[in-house]
């Protein structure tokens, strides 16, 4: 039985050749070449070494790996023969060779002895050309294998083997998934040789490159890293806050003492909302997950539920919810969305909700609540057919309401305006309109320009009760025409 012995033939350059290699290739029967499109080839010839090369192989055979697996086959056969022989790849032999790999492996199996010399790869110029430190994490990868990309990578990225325009698109699409589609690559081409390029293009251009072959690689740099949160510092300063050597006020709260706090939050974040003023939506959202977070520790220290549950419980639901993201689900459109999410909570809760109106909390805000009251309802056909009936209802309303009045009956007044107020929800919710944000806007509107004759009053040092009516809408009618004019 023969043996075999791998060489590497450097990155380039005849020079970059270690003499221990260069020796065993003049001595080498049979010398056989992984390809002869190499750089050093010329060389060897004109020194009178002769060999074979497998580049017929890439001809026959309609896949890289097959095209390995013939390869390390073919070795393993001769050796089992009694070849001694030589086989050389480009560069260094366990760097990014395929074929080394797979013939280390049938060798071992087959009991064939096998040495493998080092030698110089284009890693080691690469380094050079780009100012790369190794040390600080690098990834090699062969062109073949860039689908299995690690989704996590945190180093730079080696791709070696980009043969050609098909390879280099294949793994622009590939890196496409990982990287900005204008992600700075470096595609480096005959490295160590004197016509020597290294070119930095976005990624998405990268197979629109002219010259792409065999000795052409690519480097990608390490993306940035993405901030990521976490919520520890808000939980741990909650945790102590609640301890025996935190806030006595802290301490003393519990779900139901905290209850006003958490609707006074809401509230404040849609105003911040309203105001389009983000720096303030970032300061009421923070006081919004302060109250989160108060609930969680208090449900915690009583062993109900911790912090992690809740993040966990509602990240599963959306899961859940969304399986046209998540899933094999297809939807047309935001409408099948909502349907098929009002099916999901069918399913969820069927057993729960004997009503089709159960699931409302009757803490909500009334006009929130009659939205969602008649939302319900109408899922079910319990609504009116146009918008039209809606109109005509609220008129219906409006008089049964004056009617109230005019017989001064208490009880039926507040029962009728309560009707009214159901009615005109109901136009809202066919306009598309929230009613609690739209009254919400009319209040803050109502104080903009009630302000607006407070400090005019007090400029002009004038008193309220020396200013009538008429006078009064004047000054209204002011701020109203400042409000359009953006004053």
Not at 17 to 39: D, F, G, Q, Y
Not at 153 to 158: A, D, E, Q
Not at 191 to 200: T, V
Not at 280 to 307: N, P
Request: charge should be negative.
């Amino acid at each position: 039985m023969g043996k075999i012995t791998i060489v590497g033939l450097g990155p380039g350059a005849f020079g970059l050749i270690t003499v221990e290699t260069l020796e065993m290739l003049k001595s080498a029967k049979p010398l056989i070449l992984r390809t002869a499109k190499h750089p050093t080839v010329s060389e060897i010839r004109a020194r009178g070494i002769e060999f074979v090369s497998y580049d017929y192989v890439y001809e026959e055979q309609d896949s890289f790996e097959k095209v390995y697996q013939t390869i390390a086959s073919d070795c393993l056969a001769q050796a089992a023969v009694g070849e001694n022989l030589v086989y050389a790849v480009p560069g260094s032999p366990l760097v990014a060779e395929k074929t080394v790999t797979l013939i280390r492996d049938l060798a071992e199996k087959e009991g064939i002895s096998l040495t493998i010399l080092p030698g110089m790869s284009f890693l080691e110029v690469l380094y050079t050309r780009l100012g790369i430190d190794p040390i600080e994490g690098l990834t090699v990868l062969d062109a073949a294998d860039v689908s299995s990309l690690p989704s996590e990578l945190r180093t730079g990225l080696v791709i070696t083997q980009v043969y050609n325009d098909y390879v280099a698109s294949e793994v622009k699409l590939a890196l496409m998934e990982y990287y900005p589609d204008d992600f700075e690559v470096v595609l480096v081409k005959d490295l160590g040789l004197p016509e020597e390029k290294i070119l930095r293009v976005p990624l998405f251009e990268l197979d629109r490159i002219s010259g792409i072959d065999h000795l052409t690689s690519l480097y990608v740099p390490c993306k940035p890293p993405i901030e990521k949160f976490t919520l520890d510092p808000i939980v741990d300063i909650m945790a102590q806050l609640r301890s025996p050597e935190g806030c006595m006020w802290d301490v003393e709260q519990t779900h139901s003492s905290l209850r006003r706090y958490l609707v006074e939050e809401v509230y404040e974040v849609l105003e911040a909302i309203d105001l389009q003023q983000g720096d303030k939506l970032c300061e009421e959202l923070g006081d919004l997950l302060l109250q989160i977070v108060f609930h969680a520790r208090i449900a915690e220290e009583s062993r109900e539920f911790t912090m992690q549950q809740v993040v966990d419980v509602i990240t599963e639901k959306m899961v859940r919810r969304h399986p046209h993201v998540f899933g094999d689900v297809t939807l047309r459109d935001a409408g099948e969305v909502v349907l098929n999410w009002d099916a999901l909570k069918q399913l969820e809760y069927g057993s729960e909700r004997l009503s089709v109106l159960d699931g409302i909390p009757k803490g909500l805000p009334s006009l929130m609540r009659a939205y969602k009251l008649q939302g319900k309802a109408a899922k079910v056909g319990f609504d009116w057919d146009n918008i039209q009936s809606v109109w005509d209802k609220i008129e219906e309303e409006l008089i049964e309401l004056k009617t109230a009045c005019l017989h001064s009956q208490v009880a039926d007044i507040e029962g009728e305006l309560g009707d009214v107020l159901f009615s005109v929800v109901n136009l809202a919710r066919f306009l598309k309109i929230d009613a609690e944000v739209a009254l919400n806007v009319t209040n803050n509107k109502f104080m903009r320009r009630f302000s607006y004759i407070e400090k005019t009053i007090n400029n002009n040092k004038l008193k309220w009760e020396n200013m009538d009516i008429k006078q009064l809408d004047i000054l209204w009618e002011q701020a109203k025409m400042q409000e359009k004019a953006g004053i």
